[in-house]
């Protein structure tokens, strides 16, 4: 179920949403904001500005204050005063998707949107984000730092972690769209409506878990690439964001796989593996699925070789990572979800597994026959290179039978039309 985000305050010179104007609100623009007395005048009269000079569609600034300590409000409630465009909003609980999910659900636009408020993204980019949603093309628009024609300037860590983060999103949830963390999106109102209430997440894994459940439900989702400069005093805690990020995927996963998160078909959603029925973009996600587990593989290894011996170690490694392997390439490669068959799935892929553990078992074997004291690094290599025969092998075993539905059973009693 949604948090809880607390009493909501509208600010006394608008009405609550519903009755805002007579002319029929195309876009509300929401931007969250906590502690951020410095610099909220600057960004608001900055898209204040941009939105009566270029922007063509009827739109409204709403600013979220959720949960701030200083004088946001009372700079909330005096640009909403002097600018025409601008209403403020006071949640008492922090929390940007808390306030995303309160502001969006009572809102009367056509098309939500919100967008971080240091203004890291180029505002040019926001009628190419709009657009195709007013028109009905798309569902979904995100802002992406991570594709063809992005231009960014941020620091290397940053740029490292928003990457492995996104990786992480299609290895586990099998997801499609190129970078889930960019503070810049909209949804149309009418998929919002569907959609808010299956999110839980009152943070910064909102955006996340609402970009899943859209991709789930068959939706279009719209990607800009944007010009994007980090903001060097940003209140973002990067690691304990990152932690909540992987708290939420572990939830969300297990709700999706569980059957307790029930998303509605909206669009017109593929068929199950159909956009992974080539074998070349099988082989692609199967190479990337195993690139994962070979680095958990060879981790886990070194760390139980300390107090096992090698083929214990090797053993143990093995199975652990041959349970993720099959689970993941049974989603991301193979594009099949749901708990149905899964435990037949796994045990085949076990048995597939058994190939890659005669080969690096027999390639440890015949090492420690070469030497009495092999290195680590020698142990390492000779697995790996192992490991990489077993893959051609896995593959075809996973196309040809581990994956394959039931063989039907063949008819009982067959016509014979010349009887």
Same mark, same amino acid.
Not at 103 to 109: G, L, N, R, T
Not at 317 to 333: C, D, W, Y
């Given at each position: 179920m949604p948090a809880d985000? *607390?009493?909501?305050? %509208?600010?006394? /010179?608008?009405?609550?949403?519903?009755?805002? $104007?007579?002319?029929?609100?195309?876009?509300?623009?929401?931007?969250?904001?906590?502690?951020?007395?410095?610099?909220?005048?600057?960004?608001?009269?900055?898209?204040?500005?941009?939105?009566? *000079?270029?922007?063509? %569609?009827?739109? /409204?600034?709403?600013?979220?204050?959720?949960? $701030?300590?200083?004088?946001?409000?009372?700079?909330?409630?005096?640009l909403e005063a002097d600018l025409d465009l601008v209403r403020a909003v006071r949640l008492d609980r922090p929390g940007r998707g808390g306030a995303l999910r309160s502001?969006?659900?009572?809102?009367?636009?056509t098309v939500l949107c919100y967008m971080d408020v240091d203004l890291s993204t180029d505002l040019n980019a926001l009628l190419p984000l709009l657009a195709p949603l007013l028109s009905g093309h798309s569902d979904v628009a995100i802002g992406t730092r991570l594709a063809t024609g992005a231009r960014v300037i941020r620091g290397p860590r940053r740029e490292i972690i928003s990457r492995c983060y996104n990786l992480l999103l299609h290895a586990t949830l099998g997801t499609r769209f190129s970078d889930a963390q960019c503070g810049f999106k909209a949804i149309r109102a009418d998929t919002a409506r569907v959609l808010l209430p299956l999110t839980a997440d009152a943070g910064w894994f909102f955006d996340t878990e609402l970009l899943v459940l859209a991709e789930r439900a068959g939706l279009r989702i719209h990607e800009v690439p944007v010009d994007w400069t980090d903001d060097p005093d940003s209140r973002v805690h990067v690691l304990a964001t990152a932690a909540a990020d992987l708290r939420g995927i572990a939830r969300l996963g297990a709700g999706l796989a569980l059957g307790r998160i029930k998303v509605p078909e909206l669009g017109q959603a593929e068929p199950p593996g159909a956009r992974l029925a080539g074998w070349p973009a099988q082989l692609a996600r199967f190479v990337v699925v195993g690139a994962i587990c070979s680095v958990a593989y060879v981790l886990l290894y070194l760390l139980l070789r300390g107090s096992l011996g090698a083929q214990a170690a090797n053993?143990?490694?093995?199975?652990?990572?041959?349970?993720?392997?099959?689970?993941?390439?049974?989603?991301?490669?193979?594009?099949?979800?749901?708990?149905?068959?899964?435990?037949?799935?796994?045990v085949r892929g076990l048995i597939a597994f058994g190939v890659g553990l005669a080969l690096t078992s027999g390639g440890l074997a015949v090492l420690h026959a070469a030497s009495a004291s092999p290195s680590r690094t020698a142990e390492v290599a000779v697995l790996i290179l192992a490991n990489l025969a077993a893959t051609v092998v896995r593959f075809a075993l996973y196309r040809r039978w581990v994956f394959r539905g039931p063989a039907r059973p063949a008819p009982k009693h067959v016509l014979n039309p010349s009887k």
């Open positions: 985000i *607390g009493r909501v305050t %509208f600010s006394s /010179r608008l009405p609550c949403p519903g009755g805002l $104007s007579e002319t029929a609100l195309q876009v509300d623009l929401v931007v969250p904001v906590r502690d951020e007395e410095r610099g909220l005048s600057r960004s608001i009269r900055r898209l204040d500005a941009y939105l009566h *000079g270029q922007f063509p %569609f009827t739109a /409204r600034i709403t600013i979220a204050d959720n949960g $701030s300590t200083d004088r946001t409000w009372p700079e909330a409630l005096a502001i969006w659900s009572q809102s009367d636009a053993a143990l490694s093995l199975l652990a990572t041959a349970i993720a392997n099959t689970a993941l390439n049974r989603r991301v490669t193979f594009g099949i979800r749901g708990r149905r068959h899964a435990a037949r799935h796994q």
